[in-house]
T-cell receptor
Framework: KNQVEQSPQSLIILEGKNCTLQ??????????LRWYKQDTGRGPVSLTI?????NTKSNGRYTATLDADTKQSSLHITASQLSDSASYIC?????????????FGRGTQLTVWP | EADIYQTPRYLVIGTGKKITLECSQT?????MYWYQQDPGMELHLIHY???????EKGDLSSESTVSRIRTEHFPLTLESARPSHTSQYLC????????????FGSGTRLTVV
């Protein structure tokens, strides 16, 4: 069964600290993996996209890694800010269908305290 | 700036009412989607469209219906709302130009009382 599992479910850190969010998936075949940030009451916004051949990709203070062999990805946030408080969702796309189906994780709820 | 717009942002209605959630995008994307999301849960696809006059049901069974008469417009209708329809509804669009990355609207938070 194609699944996307994220950990931890929730995380509280102090402003300025770093953190790493995890995503494990069983989706096959694999096309790409995206990390989205979803603020409370808003729609998700794309942070990064990674394809099979990419290991690391950065977007400002966000760095995503992908290990396609172990089917794991991580999102590292450096020097956290209060505005980083949000849900971070891992989304995996397969390449087996015309739709390019997406599989969503439940997200990690990050809270940054001052 | 958001290029996909959903209205209303919040809606509280009584059981049995007919409602339409609006979704419009200005990017000319061919594909559009409706997702349902409950707190702390993953997004579930309820409807999608490949283009004008094309609509399909998603993975999650839904009593709602959709239409795609114009490329930019993808409204979702509930003929008779029930408390079980209380949820957040997210509209999204995608296109080959963005490698089919999704652009999401801000969502409509629906509460049926």
């Amino acid at each position: 069964k194609n699944q996307v599992e994220q950990s931890p479910q929730s995380l509280i850190i102090l402003e300025g600290k770093n953190c790493t969010l995890q995503c494990n998936y069983t989706v096959s075949p694999f096309s790409n993996l995206r990390w989205y940030k979803q603020d409370t009451g808003r729609g998700p916004v794309s942070l990064t996209i990674m394809t099979f051949s990419e290991n690391t990709k950065s977007n400002g203070r966000y760095t995503a890694t992908l290990d396609a062999d172990t089917k794991q990805s991580s999102l590292h946030i450096t020097a956290s800010q209060l505005s980083d408080s949000a849900s971070y969702i891992c989304v995996v796309s397969d390449r087996g269908s015309t739709l390019g189906r997406l599989y969503f994780g439940r997200g990690t709820q990050l809270t940054v305290w001052p | 700036e958001a290029d996909i717009y959903q209205t209303p942002r919040y809606l509280v209605i009584g059981t049995g009412k007919k409602i339409t959630l609006e979704c419009s995008q200005t990017m000319g994307h061919d594909k559009m989607y409706w997702y349902q999301q409950d707190p702390g849960m993953e997004l579930h696809l309820i409807h999608y469209s490949y283009g004008v006059n094309s609509t399909e049901k998603g993975d999650l069974s839904s009593e709602s219906t959709v239409s795609r008469i114009r490329t930019e417009h993808f409204p979702l209708t509930l003929e008779s709302a029930r408390p079980s329809h209380t949820s957040q509804y997210l509209c999204a669009s995608s296109d080959y130009k963005t490698d089919y990355g999704y652009t999401f609207g801000s969502g409509t938070r629906l509460t049926v009382v």
